[in-house]
């Protein structure tokens, strides 16, 4: 057996010592005699993992009792509807930050369920920044501002949130746990799994409970947040394999310090790839240095003829999944939680060494 260092972007890398774990709890989970995937999902078995996974979430991330935690089905890219489809109910309209490719989404589903204000762009941009807050076109009676704190595609990231009265409704698919959050500021947190939580198939959704009394009843029972969280996201059978990965994903973060020792080591294998970046006229990153993603590095060659090259040859020296999105080409080396320091440096070493043999 032989890993490599993974820098794709979703479907990303798990922590090693999870999928051991994983393997070795595969064929009979705590002496139950099944796998987690052989349960029911009513069993006090799994329902003890729900409960694991959502307690041990809720203290990584300094939840309060304001908020449900939910676990919902279909992917990040679910919610782009199911979310006004349950909080626009008895508003006129809602705003959206435009900063990226995953802001255009979700602008574009919630535009069939409401007027959506477009309140700031970068897109004249290009998305390589992020708007001046101060000039946000903000309405406060609308239904809530959606934003995207971590463009994926376009490795675009800020922390900071506009100052506004109404709810903040964020997709931190790709953000979620690298870094300190303050939930409190938000009305609801998404966040697709498969970046730094687990395998693909389930979102985490912390909804504060005043916003579930939104959920109009013309909203599909299965998608209706209000009765997800009377039914402990048990509505019917949730992706019971990708919860208990979670929860493992969890307890390794727990072992690693919790958010803020592992924020520490992604500000610095950051920092790393950027410094090295930036110190080198063969490759670059086009992101306004104030937002860029600690999460998703996007970078150029700047000759784009040599870009198949280094696919190949990064592949062949085990860095797999360099590829930028396929709608923007380029590089991208995704480097979640649990890529360890020494995947990033790797990268730089075989980017240094691909820039000698090439320049
Ligand atoms: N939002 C962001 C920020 C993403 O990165 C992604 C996926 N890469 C999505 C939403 C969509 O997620 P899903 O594929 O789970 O629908």
Same mark, same amino acid.
């Given at each position: 057996m032989s890993r490599v260092y993974?820098?794709?972007?979703?479907?990303?890398?798990?922590? +090693?010592?999870?999928?051991?774990?994983?393997?070795?709890?595969?064929?009979?989970?705590?002496?139950?005699?099944?796998?987690?995937m052989e349960m029911s999902h009513r069993s006090t078995e799994f329902m003890s993992i729900l409960a694991s996974a959502k307690a041990r979430l809720s203290r990584l991330l300094d939840i309060s009792d304001?908020? +449900?935690?939910?676990?919902v089905q279909g992917g990040a890219s679910t919610l782009f509807a199911q979310i006004p489809a349950n909080l626009v109910n008895?508003?006129?309209?809602?705003?959206?930050?435009?900063?990226?490719?995953?802001?255009?989404?979700?602008?574009? +589903?919630?535009?069939?369920?409401?007027?959506?204000? *477009?309140?700031?762009?970068?897109?004249?941009?290009?998305?390589?920044?992020?708007?001046?807050?101060?000039?946000?076109k903000l309405d406060e009676s609308a239904a809530y501002l959606h934003l995207c704190a971590n463009e994926t595609i376009g490795g675009l990231e800020f922390a900071d949130l506009p100052e506004t009265s109404l709810p903040i409704v964020a997709d931190l698919s790709s953000t979620i746990l690298s870094r300190k959050i303050d939930v409190s500021k938000y009305g609801l947190i998404y966040a697709g799994a498969q970046k730094n939580v687990g395998p693909a198939g389930v979102v985490i959704c912390i909804i504060r409970k005043d916003l579930l009394a939104r959920c109009g009843d013309n909203v599909p029972s299965i998608w209706n947040f209000e009765n997800l969280a009377a039914n402990d996201s048990m509505i019917n059978t949730p992706p019971t394999f990708a919860i208990y990965l979670a929860d493992l994903v969890f307890e390794w973060?727990?072992?690693?310090?919790? *958010?803020?020792?592992?924020?520490?080591?992604?500000?610095?294998?950051?920092?790393?790839?950027?410094?090295?970046?930036?110190?080198?006229?063969?490759?670059?990153?086009? *992101?306004?240095?104030?937002?860029?993603?600690?999460?998703?590095?996007?970078?150029?060659?700047?000759?784009?003829?040599?870009?198949?090259?280094?696919?190949? +040859?990064?592949?062949?020296?085990?860095?797999?999944?360099?590829?930028?999105?396929?709608? *923007?080409?380029?590089?991208?080396?995704?480097?979640?939680?649990?890529?360890?320091?020494?995947?990033?440096?790797a990268l730089i070493d075989f980017m240094r060494a691909f820039e000698e043999r090439h320049r």
């Open positions: 993974n820098f794709c972007s979703g479907p990303a890398a798990l922590p +090693e010592a999870v999928l051991k774990k994983a393997q070795a709890e595969m064929l009979d989970w705590h002496g139950a005699g099944v796998s987690v304001d908020y +449900e935690v939910l676990f008895g508003f006129e309209s809602a705003c959206y930050l435009d900063t990226g490719a995953w802001s255009s989404k979700a602008i574009k +589903e919630a535009k069939r369920y409401t007027k959506v204000n *477009v309140v700031g762009s970068s897109k004249e941009q290009n998305y390589t920044t992020v708007p001046d807050f101060s000039s946000l973060l727990e072992e690693q310090g919790g *958010v803020e020792a592992i924020e520490a080591i992604n500000i610095r294998k950051a920092q790393a790839l950027y410094d090295f970046i930036d110190s080198s006229d063969f490759y670059s990153n086009p *992101v306004d240095p104030a937002y860029r993603s600690r999460m998703n590095v996007p970078f150029i060659l700047a000759d784009e003829s040599l870009e198949s090259l280094f696919l190949k +040859e990064s592949e062949a020296a085990g860095l797999r999944t360099l590829a930028g999105h396929r709608s *923007v080409g380029g590089m991208r080396a995704s480097i979640y939680n649990a890529m360890p320091m020494e995947g990033v440096q």
